[in-house]
């Protein structure tokens, strides 16, 4: 039974830096601003939330006596999105194929990114558990993590594409980014890890966009790095223009 799960943003990640000569010093920003709900498989009857942790505190205990107000329900998917299914099976076998199909997308090469930027694309993952007892999220789980891995291996642009209303984009980061799980709190993501997740999506999103001549790639950029709670400066744009990637 999945329940509600919801970034909370509290504090920047970690102070802005101080002004220096470099022309990076405004270009990025630690901004919580969106506030997306993230649907997990997670025990049932518990609410928690996806949360920064601003201290840059990675010990955090699991449990928290402070109570917390009922939180509204998740975003349902969007409609019509491509749904990829995936299990034990394929997770324990590295398999790529459900997505492959799911989505038409055999080679990442000849991906066009426009049909998935209007229907984004959204995962079921049916994990059986070896001990049904086990608590920990589908996010603690090695094998799990493996595939969600080499899924961005392969598809290093996905992030632009996931159903970002239903939780996904926060779900996937999840899969890639060193957390700690708190019953408050629930994802407590390692803030510079965070940071240079959505700094490396950054690049490679813009980049890829402006490859495939997609309107306002800067705008879809930004809105990407928002949802995760992250402001980009303009300069950093200036400084990808004038060094661009050949990524035919």
């Known amino acids: 039974m999945a329940t509600t799960v919801r970034f909370k943003p509290l504090l920047p990640l970690s102070p802005l830096p101080k002004q220096t000569n470099s022309p990076l010093t405004s270009c990025f920003s630690c901004k919580p601003i969106f506030d997306p709900r993230v649907l997990f498989h997670h025990r049932p009857n518990v ?9 840059g505190n990675f010990d955090v205990s699991l449990f928290d006596d402070d ?12 409609e019509g999105r491509f ?10 076998r590295l398999d790529l194929s459900s997505f492959q199909s799911a989505t038409g997308m055999k080679n990442p090469l000849s991906v066009k990114p426009q049909e998935f930027l209007d229907r984004s694309i959204g995962f079921t993952i049916n994990y ?3 001990d049904p007892r086990d608590p920990r999220e589908l996010s603690e789980f090695p094998d799990i993590r493996l595939w969600f891995v080499r899924l961005d291996a392969t598809y290093p642009w996905l992030p632009v594409l996931l159903d970002w209303r239903a939780g996904e984009l926060a ?4 899969m890639l980014v060193p957390h700690q799980m708190n019953m408050k709190m629930g994802v407590v993501f390692n803030p510079e890890a965070l940071e240079l997740f959505v700094m490396k999506k950054v690049f490679i999103v813009y980049s890829w966009l402006k490859h495939h001549n997609i309107p306002k790639p800067k705008l879809k950029t930004n809105d990407m790095a928002r949802m995760l709670g992250f402001g980009i400066g303009d ?5 990808l223009e004038n060094h661009p990637l050949d990524l035919s």
């Open 47 to 55: 609410s928690v939330y996806v949360a920064f942790n601003p201290q």
């Open 67 to 78: 109570d917390e107000s009922k939180v509204e329900p998740p975003m349902p998917p969007t």
């Open 83 to 92: 749904d990829v299914l995936i299990d034990n099976d394929v997770i324990a």
């Open 128 to 130: 059986t558990r070896q």
């Open 171 to 174: 779900r996937y980061a999840a």
């Open 235 to 239: 300069e950093l744009y200036d400084l």
